[in-house]
């Protein structure tokens, strides 16, 4: 992609700084064509990030004279550190990541090597793959809800078919994030599967022939030439992942309101219930805002090893 | 001695090569199956007596999978009762508005990234791309009291205004209108033609492929959106699909066939239109993954 040293030369010498007059106007063109982007992000991405933030000092009070907002420095972070609902929330949400992120990354590594082909019947397998991708969280939450039914499921039904006994699923509180999770691999590996399928289609062939040739086996091939140069995508899947599983919503609010006995709670369903249900928007933002400084975190440290990959190529 | 080892060694790797094709078989076929009958259950059901969905699965019997007697009783009730219709095109505006206006507000920032040359362009671009990787949820609170001081909770613009900027698109044009090479361009400047005419006549041309990977992407974010249609509307005439088949399966929770038929349309539309793109949509979201 970069431009080789001759090409690069000849773009200098047509720099438009070295014709005074085209750098300002084209300067100009440039904010000008920027501006209705920005503006949307401005106002709707970033403006949010920082009015979180500001909102979370603030308390609202309910008096006889009306609802008023006052300022409260950080009282609402106080009332969560002393509050063992929240303390559970971050529990769950943590559980929730350390174990579905990396099985999500696993698992759409072992989907992509299993569709890896040019053949025209594995292109046919792959679009049969590729049906969650078009199918939406709420959508596939309501159907897996019907799926796991512990009365009349489909899958107690087929449980029940093969003479094992029926599962609580969703209804109990051990089974109940392993329901999400199932929800969340069935809706995410195919689209994360896309990402290391392209990075493993990139692998030059002769490079793993040459392996072969070399004596390496299967595995060694895997190991040793495969995954170090899948570091990029599945970089990528790691961190894209990670920050949408540290706000899943939908599931926790069609199938499961949070529970069983707050098994389920996580961190954003906590935030929509304390602001939406209980009129918190204060407690609510605190929330939001510890959920954003993890997720700017998280995106923070995929620029520095993504930028430090790239140099290292 | 020798040559009967050997033949040993060769009939027990035949079977068990034959073993273990027949095992990798099975799991293709499981893989395929797990992500294909859920959806696949729901368009027979959706076709199914309410009382036959039941009794097929007690005990479970392949009629589940195969309608015997297909009704389309779960639809009617759909459009008429529930006014699944003006569901339906609530959110076919939405999406399409917004994928109209995103178009071009995304489009236009991506060519002055890829073409022109300005102070501040780094910092905007890492701002255009941490916007993209912050996820809509995480937004959705503070989002709700601005939308909500702006005065436009409950009404089409609260659902179509927040999504039009979207940093992935800027970022899917950018990398596309980089590949075509600037002196073009830069020549075309000379010879006194306006930015704005380069940009319609030499690159909105060549960008089909951008345009439907990009198009696709906010569609797809729109027709599949639900925290946000949740909190941000509450009148029946701005319902949206997703919020629908919520409101459905809440207040109608054993009318099973009714809710795989809303099921099966609100996957229909997005599935219709990926299905035969699916070769942009996924070079579009690729490049944002591993080109980066």
């Known amino acids: ?313 | 001695m020798v040559s009967g080892r050997s033949g040993r060694t060769v009939g027990a790797r035949r079977a068990g090569r034959w073993l273990g094709r027949a095992g990798l078989a099975v799991a293709y076929a499981a893989v395929a199956l797990f992500f294909v009958v859920p959806l696949w259950w729901a368009l027979a059901g959706s076709l199914t007596p309410l009382d036959r969905v039941f009794a097929h699965l007690a005990p479970f019997d392949l009629r589940a999978l195969w309608p015997a007697h297909p009704t389309l009783e779960a639809y009617r009730q759909l459009f008429g009762r529930h006014a699944f219709a003006r569901v339906l095109l609530n959110t076919a505006f939405v999406a399409l508005a917004t994928v109209a206006t995103g178009l071009v507000v995304n489009g236009l920032a991506g060519f002055a990234f890829a073409v022109l040359r300005f102070r501040g362009k780094r910092v905007l671009f890492v701002i255009a791309l941490v916007s993209a990787m912050v996820p809509a949820e995480a937004l959705a609170i503070p989002l709700f009291q601005l939308v909500g001081q702006l005065g436009l909770l409950d009404s089409y613009a609260a659902l179509i205004a927040p999504a039009v900027s979207n940093g992935m698109a800027v970022f899917l044009f950018r990398q596309f209108f980089a590949e075509i090479p600037v002196e073009i361009s830069e020549a075309a400047r000379i010879d006194g033609a306006s930015w704005l005419t380069i940009l319609l006549r030499l690159y909105v041309p060549l960008s089909l492929p951008v345009t439907i990977a990009a198009g696709l992407l906010l569609f797809v974010f729109q027709w599949e959106s639900f925290l946000w249609p949740l909190i941000a509307v509450h009148s029946q005439r701005y319902t949206v699909i997703q919020i629908a088949l919520s409101n459905l399966q809440q207040q109608h929770s054993t009318q099973w066939t009714q809710i795989f038929a809303a099921s099966t349309l609100a996957s229909l539309v997005p599935l219709l239109l990926l299905l035969p793109l699916q070769r942009f949509y996924v070079q579009g979201i690729v490049s944002s993954g591993v080109k980066g």
């Open chain 1, 1 to 313: 992609m970069a431009a080789s040293p001759p090409e690069r030369r000849h773009r200098q010498q047509l720099r438009p700084g070295s014709r005074p007059g085209l750098l300002r106007g084209d300067e100009r063109a440039a904010y000008l064509l920027l501006l209705p982007a920005f503006l949307g992000l401005a106002l709707f991405r970033v403006y949010p990030i920082l009015a979180a933030a500001a909102g979370s000092l603030y308390r609202q009070i309910f008096s006889a004279t009306g609802p008023s907002t006052v300022f409260v420095g950080l009282g609402n972070f106080a009332v969560l550190l002393h509050d063992p609902v929240f303390w559970h929330a971050l529990w769950v949400t943590l559980k929730l990541n350390v174990i579905l992120n990396p099985m999500q990354v696993v698992l759409a590594l072992l989907l992509a090597l299993m569709v890896d082909g040019r053949s025209r019947a594995m292109g046919a397998y792959r679009v049969l793959l590729l049906v969650p991708i078009g199918v939406s969280l709420p959508v596939a939450t309501i159907l897996w809800r019907l799926m796991l039914d512990p009365n009349s499921g489909f899958v107690n039904a087929l449980l029940g078919f093969v003479g094992l006994p029926h599962q609580p699923f969703y209804t109990s509180s051990g089974q109940a994030l392993w329901s999400i999770m199932l929800i969340a691999n069935w809706k995410g590996l195919s689209y994360w599967m896309v990402f290391v399928l392209a990075g493993l289609q990139s692998i030059p062939g002769e490079l793993l022939e040459a392996a072969a040739i070399d004596g390496a086996s299967g595995l060694q091939r895997l190991f040793r030439v495969t995954l170090p140069l899948l570091r990029r995508p599945l970089t990528f899947v790691l961190v894209a992942d990670t920050v949408i599983n540290f706000v899943m919503f939908v599931p926790m609010y069609l199938l499961t309101r949070g529970g069983p006995s707050g098994s389920t709670n996580v961190l954003m369903y906590q935030a929509y219930k304390v602001g939406f249900a209980f009129g918190d928007m204060g407690g609510a933002l605190a929330i939001v805002t510890v959920l954003l400084a993890i997720i700017l975190a998280v995106v923070a440290v995929q620029f520095r090893l993504l930028e430090a990959g790239r140099q290292a190529w």
